[in-house]
């Protein structure tokens, strides 16, 4: 099959998911984008179109019909089979080309959470064109029910961990390292974490803070101290930063909760990243976090928004070496169940069913 794998812009960092359902998907891919690329060199492209350069030099009131026919004429020329929407900000621009081929949507998080705050009637039209939808987790499932997309077409499929990259390694002795990765924005609750940081310090000596992460809360870091460290990502090699820093630390944490703009966590793939590298994660209960962390199992949950809660379950772990351990040992078998390529794979499944359907009609 040749599959149309269409997003706003190409790629954010944050968004290495995308890319790894496009490059370790069985059937062959195109990347169209709306807006062009960046970070092309993170995250390589072998078939790409960008349809920003003819709609930029049109008048406002022709920058759609001029993306809509680009997008066909790319659709055909290309001979696609089935169209892929990465993130739900874009399905309305691919409604009236998909009618002759299957379209499916990813739901991500904020575009079935928190944009729907904002615009209630954002996807007036898109439910009743879908063939499949595709979320990381059941809590997006129940969202994307409430925003009127059919619970029978909707598929969880999480975005999956490469264990073969995230591999486990021992705990390390020395410092107790916390290590925090992720966008410094609201919902990943960086502040929580720095008010409980010096409860972790009183705690236990030597204890050690490393933030991997950009973004509008990182002035919350100025004047956190010495025991914090913040590391900017390279998006050249961000992968290997995110594996270094998980691999550098005794327990990761991820203090998330839900943002001011109704924005929530689908999924937080770090923390399968850090289980499938044998690491303990501290986390919250928060959107799909639970489908993916077994509390007391491979990791601890808090109460999201509770500085003390996250400060007693870090400082648990960082004490108690046989916890840490068992945690560890457990995460890594846990992590295996999904693995990207197996996620992939049943995202291809879908697919295939949908051909295979429109083929019958």
Known sequence: MRIAHYVESWLELSAGFVAAQVNRSRHRGVVVTRDGWINRDTFPVKRGHSLNRLRDAMPEPYKYPALRVQLRLVLAARR???????????????????????????????????????????????????????????????ASERAGFDPARTHVIPSGVDTAFFSPTPLPAGSPTVA????????????????????????????????????????LLDGAGESVTHLHPQPSRRHEQVREVIRNARVVVSPSRTASNGDSESLLLVNLEAAASGRPVVSTRHGGIPEYVEDGHTGLLVAEGDAEALAAAIIRVLRD???????????????????????????????EELATARRRK
């Open 80 to 142: 696609v089979d089935l169209v892929h929407v990465h993130f739900g900000y874009a399905a309305k621009d691919v409604l009236e080309v998909t009618s002759q081929r299957p379209f499916v949507l990813s739901l991500h998080g904020h575009d079935i959470t928190g944009l729907l705050d904002d615009q209630p009637d954002y996807y007036a039209g898109v439910p009743e064109a879908v063939d499949a939808v595709i979320v990381p987790s059941r809590f997006l499932a129940a």
């Open 180 to 219: 925090f990765v992720g966008r410094l924005v609201e919902k990943k609750g960086l502040d929580v974490l720095l008010a409980a940081w010096p409860h972790v310090r009183a705690a236990v000596a030597g204890a050690r803070l490393v933030v991997l992460g950009s973004g509008a809360q990182a002035r």
């Open 321 to 351: 070496s046989a916890l840490a351990e068992r945690l560890a040992g457990a995460g890594v078998a846990h992590a295996a169940k999904w693995d990207v390529r197996d996620c992939a794979a049943r995202v291809d499944d879908r697919y």
